[in-house]
């Protein structure tokens, strides 16, 4: 992420997103001198990229990591990603032991039902049917899976509550498209009909009530605007609550500036 690595815009727009990594290999060192810390720490792994992009395969970066959270147990981890059954099967083992431990929960990406749509919108990630493979492979491994819809992209709703209900012991989290200007000229020039929140959030509602059917909860963010205005009102009074809590209190034996 170019706000992480210091790269210049004019190197961003060059090199093009996607087209560059930055990996790094000291990650153990920098868990050891933490050791304490991660066994008080809920971990989010994967969250600003795939932990199981094809380089890994290469790099290997991961189950040393794993090693050092099974001699370490955080108080949860819980994984990211969207990799093929391939890449994701060789750290099953690790995983299930670290499971025994502690709570250990895989968020599987996948935003459609549709081939056509996901080589719009993903041309280089992993095919459906691969990310089938290895949510299954997860399932069947007896760790808790939960399916992650963050952007949804155009979809049957019955259709894919069918092919992955079957493999999620949690639930289904259900997202609208952020940064919007990226993908407003792929929508409009595919499926403009989803350029409408009204539509968007049909969609949602309908795939929720696929899942419930199937006994499966699913959690969606509705994007209406009476309920988008209610959650920047509950988030602005936190951060008043914030604020205030953290403002110091003025000596009594001084006067007060504000």
Known sequence: MNFFTGRTTEKWDKTGWGEWIDYKTNLVELLEKEREKVKKSKIYFGNATDIYMPIE?????VPPILEFFIENPPLELEVQTRGTSRDVARDIPLLRQLSKKTSVLVSYSIHTDR??????????APSLNEREKGLRLYHEAGIETRLSCMPILPLNPENYAERFAPFITKRVWIASMNHKQLTQNLFRKHFPEWLDERHVEKVMRQTREAFEKRGVKCHYNSITPDAKKE???KRRTKIQITKSAKKPKADDNQPSLF
């Open 115 to 124: 081939d056509d749509v996901k080589r719009i919108f993903e041309p280089k």
């Open 231 to 233: 959650r920047w009102e």
């Open 57 to 61: 395969r290469k790099l290997r970066l």
